[in-house]
């Protein structure tokens, strides 16, 4: 199953009012583990970067004036994320924003069917409770201190581990101690299969086994194989 953990960082919070993205990430899983592949840019929105959205990400409007346009990785994006089912955290904002840029440039736009919301489930699964990035990562033990601002490439590095304690409903735990129980049921049944019902006849005639005796019985100290029994 192949995945796509996706987040945006943009000039502001609404596209109908001319804000733009200014950052895509893209961090690709398989099975939900990462494979190492990732697709990140910084944008050029071309348009001014507001203070206020500075002051949330850190991207200012000299440090994206070289970069390229949504336009030009536009087809780039969609190939990387062909195929896969997206998981974003507040998915209807990051979707909005991405649509619009597509849209812009005459591509069809990514269905919401495509796409996987982590605040959702977050919300279902722990309802009443703060469900930001920053609270489900101190939820699951996940270091989250590099996240002094927001940033989309670490933004989905983090998401990715916190996606994946929302969807596993079992502890890894769990699965190891029920592996470790099937070997040892599988041992016990091995060594029930093993032992024969009726033991073998002795395939020793009566003069070796009197051989034999003479020779571990003159050993200093009794051989592991001597007996009161004269086994």
Known sequence: MREIVLDTETTG????????????????????????????????????VP????????????????????????GDFLRFIEGATLVIHNAAFDLKFLNAELARIGLPVIAEGQVVDTLDIARRKHPGAPNSLDALCRRYGIDNSARTKHGALLDTELLAEVYVNLVETQQPGLDFARATMSSALARDRARAIATRPAPLPARLSPQEEAVHLAFVSSFKAQSLWFNKDGG
Not at 27 to 46: K, M, Q, S
Not at 56 to 74: E, I, Q
């Open 51 to 74: 203070e206020a959205a500075f002051a949330v990400h850190g991207l200012s409007t000299a440090f994206l004036s070289d970069k390229p346009v949504f336009a030009s990785l536009a």
């Open 13 to 48: 919070l609404d596209p109908e009012a001319g804000d733009r993205i200014v950052e895509i990430a893209c961090l690709e899983l398989f099975n939900r583990y990462p494979t190492g592949r990732v697709w990140h840019h910084y944008i050029n929105p071309e348009r001014e």
